[in-house]
């Protein structure tokens, strides 16, 4: 696709029609503190984008321009638009971008292409909706000056353009073979949009597209990634963050079959060979010794106890996120005031796929081609034209479907160590991860310590929130790694904590920021699989002692929330939450992340003998506004349930002299078959705009586990993961 100028609205190309829309995002939301370094300016907008081609046989191709891996956005984003264009889903192609261009394509959430925090349909629905209509508009306005007809008496149903009047009906397809483009674009304003009702596609579940590919076998990842002359890598990394390699001896490696070389790298030693095998051999051959850095001597166990101690020393100030009110002055005047501490532990990403990417650099080092999948175009090109001291449009992403992601496949560490070895050596190189170079060099969610306090004044109202949560910064992790500024606030560490689902007068989060000393990354859910777990299993412990049902407690302080108060009502009904159960006991828990509401229901037995937890069913109602693929979403959660239950049963990840003691699937256990419950989902659509449901099963687990376990044993878990050895210890045994 060629970038067209602002002013051209519609083109004629040999094949049809492509459609340059002009998609507007309110500029105070596009521009954030990322884009403004770029842009410059506080005015930027998404300018003509061409997201539609309709060829004169009725193909229509629409642009997809996220992330693909597994949530669905390639399907929804296009069903997005071909709901207002009124389009056959049947006849719609989606496309990925041939242009990463952040002004045609970026999210306006961001103005970047950044495939996390379930944002897409959050940050695209209106605008694509806009560009639908927009198109369907030119197509009419086409007919109706060649029919010379009203173009208010036109009128469309699938790919079809119908005249009532005269009875005639001409397809799409037929339309791109004479159309012209417009003098000026069609104006489009909320009132055209389609009401709900009206909706064929949106909230009607359709088939996702690339699905079929995964059975069959023909979807393309990057680790299937093949180019002409390329040979392969591997790379011992420093075993902990921010280690250099010094000396490094290679002859033992140098013998192994097919090894062409050994470079060195930043954070690591690669090997460079003829076959996966033979590199992966030769890397466990190296023998290095590593430079100083602050993960050197890291100790995960005694830090997480510090942090815990610097999290009840209110003296150290944490960093405010999204205040309310005087959470201080008001908890010194309260009559009553509860406390809590609750901790979790680093834990790894465990996406099917290892990490990947091919790169093949020019002989000059100024271009460059990456195969690869990952969540981030635009910090990929970034760090990419970066490294290699040249200009964006000298490089080409070829972008693949991702085996998982989970906030991982936003680091692009292995394709800038992919592009130094293509360049070290002159020819395209794969660089593969193992499995154990995936978990024991990962980049995990950081382990966190929370105290919190609840204040009640004289008439039993809760009254002041305070929750101060103790962890390394991920923000200011990825910008280091990226070369950008951080952000004044760790929004992957907050999410979830201003609990916006109970109106509290006085509310205040805080982040209090520890050095870094390891390896971070953004996780499934973000700071709401730790924030919820610490809020809601404190929650449950004052409605115990105030002698309340945990649910009816929720709903006295949501009161003001009627989305919440709706949604606990019916996870109380799903589950039916007032029948007494014999050997078992249920926990609620809610979330809240980015105006997407759930509330949860847990049911658990716990084998005293052994200390294991067997989670027997989960309940899960959950609001994202207008669903516009409802079993997609239930898909997404029950997903996220499963994937979070093993963060909750066994999952963590214990740093020693800043190495990670795990390695592989043995001794990091996730989720098995024999632990997934019966699960039920209940999607509630409602009027207000679409919000991210990619990951939102997974807030309330481990928090509604916690509670049912509590109301089941009288013994209150304090510490994710609940291992079958923490729960003995809790409960004497």
């Not at 339309?175 to 104006?187: D, R, S, T, V, W």
């Not at 690669?270 to 590593?290: D, F, H, P």
């Amino acid at each position: 696709m060629n970038h067209l100028d602002r002013r051209s609205f519609l083109k004629e190309t040999a094949g049809g029609l492509t459609f340059a829309l002009t998609v507007a995002a309110d500029p105070r939301v596009l521009v954030g503190e990322a884009m403004m370094s770029e842009a410059g300016a506080a005015d930027a907008v998404m300018p003509a984008s061409v997201w539609i081609s309709i060829a004169t046989d009725g193909t229509i191709s629409i642009v997809s321009p996220a992330a693909e891996m597994g949530q669905g956005s390639f399907t929804t984003l296009p069903l997005i638009i071909a709901e207002e264009l009124d389009a056959d889903w049947s006849k719609v192609k989606p496309v990925l971008p041939t242009q990463w261009d952040e002004k045609m394509y970026g999210n306006p959430l961001n103005g970047a292409f950044q495939t996390s925090a379930s944002a897409s349909v959050n940050g695209y629905f209106k605008p694509l909706r806009l560009a639908g209509a927009q198109a369907r508009r030119v197509l009419i306005d086409a007919v109706a000056a060649k029919w010379n007809v009203p173009a208010a008496e036109l009128a469309t149903e699938p790919s079809v353009v119908v005249h009532k009047a005269s009875n005639r009906r001409i397809s799409y397809g037929e339309i791109a073979g004479f159309a012209k483009a417009p003098a000026a674009m069609p104006k489009i304003e909320d009132r055209d949009l389609k009401p709900t009702s009206q909706f064929r596609l949106i909230g009607k579940d359709v088939p996702r597209v690339e699905v079929p590919t995964k059975v069959t076998g023909q979807a393309k990842y990057a680790m299937d990634a093949q180019v002409p002359g390329m040979v392969y890598a591997a790379v011992l990394q420093s075993p902990y963050f921010g280690g250099a390699p010094q000396t490094v001896d290679d002859s033992a490696a140098r013998k192994v079959a097919g090894i062409t070389d050994v470079v060195k790298l930043p954070d690591g030693v690669a090997v460079i060979g003829n076959s996966v095998e033979g590199t992966q051999a030769a890397k466990g051959m190296l023998k290095v010794t590593w430079g100083p850095a602050p993960g050197q001597n890291h100790d995960s166990e005694k830090a997480l106890a510090e942090f815990a101690e610097v999290g009840r020393d209110k003296s150290r100030a944490g960093v405010p996120y999204e205040a309310v009110g005087d959470a201080k002055a008001a908890m010194a005047g309260a009559a009553r005031v509860y406390r809590g501490e609750y901790r979790t532990r680093y834990v790894y990403h465990a996406q099917m796929e290892p990490l990947n990417a091919t790169a093949s650099v020019s002989p000059d080092g100024k271009s460059a081609e990456v195969w690869a999948g990952t969540q981030g175009a635009t910090g990929l090109l970034n760090q990419a034209a970066a490294l290699l001291q040249t200009d964006r449009s000298k490089l080409t992403l070829h972008q693949h479907l991702l085996g998982g992601g989970f906030g991982r496949r936003g680091q692009q560490e292995v394709v800038m160590d992919a592009l130094r070895l293509s360049k070290a050596v002159g020819k395209p190189v794969k660089l593969v991860w193992s499995r154990e170079d995936d978990l024991m060099f990962g980049k995990f969610r950081p382990m966190t310590a929370h105290h919190i306090e609840a204040g009640f004044d004289a008439n039993g109202k809760l009254v002041a929130w305070h929750h101060r949560i103790v962890s390394e910064s991920v923000a200011a992790y990825t910008a280091m790694m990226a070369g950008n500024r951080p952000a004044p606030v760790d929004r992957v560490v907050m999410k979830g904590s201003p609990i916006p689902q109970y109106p509290i007068a006085n509310k205040l989060a805080e982040h209090v920021v520890m050095p870094g000393r390891a390896r971070l990354a953004p996780w499934r859910g973000v700071g709401n699989g730790h924030n919820s777990f610490a809020i809601e299993c404190f929650l449950d412990e004052i409605a115990k002692d105030l002698g309340k049902d945990p649910i009816e407690f929720r709903l006295t302080i949501a009161e003001g929330a009627p989305r919440m108060q709706h949604l606990l009502r019916e996870v109380a009904q799903m589950s039916d939450w007032k029948r007494k159960r014999t050997d078992t006991a249920l926990g609620v828990a809610t979330m809240v992340k980015d105006d997407t509401l759930a509330a949860g229901v847990a049911e658990v037995s716990v084998d005293r003998t052994s200390g294991k937890i067997k989670v027997h069913n989960v309940w899960v109602a959950m609001d994202a506004g207008i669903a516009v693929q409802p079993g997609n979403i239930a898909a997404q959660t029950e997903g996220s349930i499963v994937y979070g239950l093993g963060h909750v049963l066994r999952e963590k990840i214990v740093i020693k002299d800043g190495r990670v003691l795990q390695s592989n699937y043995t001794d990091y256990e996730v989720t098995r078959m024999s632990d997934v419950p019966n699960i039920q989902v209940k999607v509630v659509s409602t009027d207000n705009p679409p919000t991210g449901a990619g990951e939102d099963g997974l807030p309330v687990l481990a928090c509604a586990v916690g509670n049912a376990t509590a109301a089941l044993t009288g013994v209150r878990l304090r510490e994710l993961p609940f291992a079958p050895e923490r729960v003995r210890g809790a409960m004497g045994a």
